[in-house]
């Protein structure tokens, strides 16, 4: 059974469409690529999928998660399915987390809320969850606020809370786009690795085919807040069809042979 379905969805502002009439599946355990270049719809997507699009945006269409109609329902049956079914992590760290709040109490509050964690069990629980992204140092970075860590180390934490609860679907918003190549990989090697033990549906969020490619199977296509091609990426890349796909991949391979380039000379 699916996880998410999207169909029919638009967004607009006004007589502006932004999104408009896309459609897209993900059932559990699948690893999915929104990908297109800046102002696509890519990140309204995923806020129209999670019921938090901005004020003055409206929805139309269909998007079900787990069963709840996240443009119809009341706000209480939206928020119920965040966190336990589905939660996003953002480009920029930053925006997740709470400037003035330790990393640690930032990890505990879902936990809390809605694990229902206490006292020992809770911060045992925030020390598993910064072992899970590779924070080692739990009680040094438990007791740091978000500037005192560095912007690998802040997204490790804002995907700690993301998958605190075990939802069954995470959301990627282009989470490595902020961070430089090597932090980049790594943080990409760890929402592998999350999502395989756990058995995570993960929707990813990209302008960067090669990026794309690492982490995901399928993948749709958008421009101007359409899909124009959807598929697994291997066939993608290998046979695009529509021009803006063929686009995307010839500019891949012109960075990576730039890069070669570099790398002999
Ligand atoms: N709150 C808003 N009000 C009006 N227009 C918006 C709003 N948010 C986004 N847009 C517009 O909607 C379009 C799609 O934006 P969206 O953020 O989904 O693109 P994107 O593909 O995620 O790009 P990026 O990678 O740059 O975030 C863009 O033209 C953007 O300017």
């Excluded at 997507?45 to 996240?70: F, H, K, N, W």
């Amino acid at each position: 059974m699916s996880l998410l379905t999207v169909s029919g969805l638009s967004v607009r502002s006004g007589p502006s469409v932004l999104v408009d009439g896309v459609s897209f599946e993900v059932s559990p355990g699948d690893r999915v690529g929104l990908i297109g270049e800046s102002g696509s719809g890519k990140s309204l997507t995923a806020l129209a999928v999670t019921g938090l699009l901005p004020p003055g945006l409206t929805a139309t269409g269909e998007v079900r998660l787990d069963g709840v109609d996240m443009i119809a329902a009341p706000e209480r049956q939206r928020t119920a399915v965040r966190g336990p079914v589905a939660a996003i992590v953002f480009q920029e760290p930053l925006t997740a987390l709470n400037p003035l709040m330790r990393a640690g109490r930032q990890i505990a509050d879902p936990l809390r809320r809605i694990r229902g964690l206490r006292g020992e069990a809770l911060k045992l629980a925030v020390r598993d969850a910064l072992r899970e992204v590779r924070l080692d140092d739990t009680d040094r970075i438990a007791r740091s606020y978000p500037h005192q860590l560095s912007g690998g180390q802040r997204q490790r934490v804002a995907i700690a809370m993301a998958i605190a609860c075990r939802p069954r679907l995470l959301i990627a918003d282009e989470p490595t786009t902020a961070l430089d190549v090597t932090v980049q990989a790594e943080i990409l090697d760890l929402l592998d690795g999350l999502v395989t033990r756990h058995n995570t549906a993960l929707v990813f969020i990209t302008h960067d085919l090669p990026v794309a490619a690492r982490v995901i199977r399928d993948t749709h296509v958008l421009r101007n807040g359409r899909v124009v091609e959807s598929g697994p990426i291997d066939s993608l890349i290998d046979h695009p069809e529509h021009p803006y796909t063929r686009t995307l991949v010839d500019s891949a391979r012109r960075f990576d042979a730039a890069l070669e380039r570099t790398a002999r000379d």
